[in-house]
């Protein structure tokens, strides 16, 4: 039996990962209506203190990709409100979506990332701060948005970065870039999922990549050796530890297979509100381990819990 019959899906909202945080909103809200739940959808704007006040709902399944959803502010909303919610809670949120931050405590905690600085755009964009090849990405944004691969070929940092209307921020991550596969996997309740190959088929697996069917091939499980194979899951599970997460979280990795042995690993990142659109990988990782996509959404609504 359902503890919670009125749930209220959060998605939409002002990032930059707007539309497919209402995709991934709609295909949960579609789901939980399957499994008869009450559902009522929210497309997050800045009054949403006021809508969920008034509206009252028994949980609150957090579909937003980006701020605010994924840096702890709505969670502090509705902890303050006392609705119980998905995913992680305020501080998990907020430490994982501050990358440079979450490097520092995933490495603390024996999780191999890539060397990298925090500087500000100013300082990026001036000239090569690292010898190519790095990358320049946003310290808090997800989805590949506002990342760049620098090369040996460039003479220069992407005359992007001086933009008047750039809009990631001050602050940039430059991290040395990882050759090889990219990889990723979950932890769903406590365990680790298996580990996709990630093959993107234009440029490299940016947003485009990640949200265009057709776009990227997955290939599960990886085709990596068994050793390695179990390495990704045991620092997937260290990193959702170590950042303190809860329900589900995925990781992303570089694996230099030119590298013998698991010294080629790098976790680039771990983001606490994953994709669930027709193209997400939470939802293929689940699938591969029995679990359908309903049956996925409605255990992270009956995971739904306050003080997370």
């Known amino acids: 039996m359902s503890q919670f019959k009125h749930v209220a899906v959060l998605m939409g909202g002002w990032s930059s990962e707007r539309e497919v945080s209402l995709r991934s909103g709609k295909a949960c809200a579609d789901a939980l209506e399957r499994k008869g739940y009450r559902v009522t959808r929210i497309d997050v704007q800045r009054d949403i203190a006021t809508v969920l006040d008034q509206l009252k709902p028994d949980a609150a399944l957090v579909m937003l990709h980006g701020r605010p959803g994924e840096d702890g502010t709505i969670q502090g909303v509705l902890e303050t409100l006392g609705i119980p919610y998905s995913h992680s809670g305020v501080l998990a949120s907020s430490l994982a979506m501050q990358k440079d931050l979450a490097k520092t405590v995933m490495a603390t905690a024996g999780v191999p990332v890539p060397e990298g600085l925090t500087l500000t755009r100013t300082e990026v964009a001036k000239g090569h701060v690292m010898a190519p090849p790095y990358v320049i990405k946003p310290v808090a944004d997800g989805s590949s948005v506002g990342v760049f691969i620098v090369t040996e070929a460039h003479a220069h940092p992407p005359q992007e970065l001086f933009r008047d209307d750039w809009p990631h921020g001050d602050q940039l991550l430059v991290e040395k870039y990882v050759a090889g596969k990219e990889l990723t996997c979950a932890v ?6 298996g580990v996709i190959e990630i093959v993107p088929l234009i440029k490299f697996y940016d947003y485009e990549a990640k949200y265009s069917p057709g776009a990227s091939k997955h290939i599960l499980p990886a085709p990596i050796l068994p050793f390695v194979y179990q390495e990704v899951r045991r620092l ?14 995925r990781a992303d990795f570089r694996y230099d297979d030119r590298i013998e042995g698991i010294g080629g690993l790098s976790c680039l990142e771990v983001n606490t509100q994953p994709g669930m659109t027709e193209t997400s990988l939470v939802p293929e990782l689940a699938a591969h381990a029995g679990v359908t996509f309903d049956e996925l959404v409605q255990w992270m609504v009956e995971d739904a819990s306050l003080g997370r």
């Open 236 to 249: 997937t599970l260290a990193a959702h530890v170590a950042l303190g997460c809860r329900g589900v979280s």
């Open 188 to 193: 769903i309740n406590g365990e680790p999922t």
